[in-house]
């Protein structure tokens, strides 16, 4: 069986961090791109962030460029998002997704259809 388990979220005060990780089993992501969405409560699930395959290029949303950074470690078939200095707005349930299985050479695939493979997903709730 094919799972994403996402884990460290929680409940932070604005201008605090946090890390998220995602770990892979049951296949390799190894040459998958990787991305976190997020979703708020009433709202649509949009991309945060995105790291290729290869680790090398990465995409942010304009509301997290500059305080969040995404990386992967391959090896241990996990993706990790970083949050610095947390706003109430960044309160929603993020989901960690990996790509669909084609070749994505040096891209960062930003759409919700691009990928296949989802996390159940983990709550962040940043209190002002």
């Known amino acids: 069986q094919v799972n994403l388990v996402e884990s460290g979220g929680g409940l932070v005060q604005a201008g605090g961090s946090l890390e998220l990780s995602c770990t892979g089993s049951g296949r390799s992501f190894s040459r998958n791109a990787m991305a976190w969405f997020r979703q708020a409560p009433g709202k649509e699930r949009d991309v945060v962030a995105v790291?290729?395959?290869?680790?090398?290029?990465?995409y942010y949303a304009d509301s997290v460029n500059g305080r969040f950074t995404i990386s992967r470690d391959s090896i241990k078939n996990t993706v990790f998002l970083q949050m610095n200095n947390l706003k109430p707005a960044d309160t929603a349930v993020y989901y960690c997704a990996a790509s669909r299985d084609e070749p994505w050479p040096g891209q960062t695939p930003r759409r919700l259809n691009d990928y296949d493979f989802w996390g159940q997903g983990t709550q962040v709730t940043v209190s002002s």
């Open positions: 790291v290729n395959w290869s680790g090398d290029r990465t």
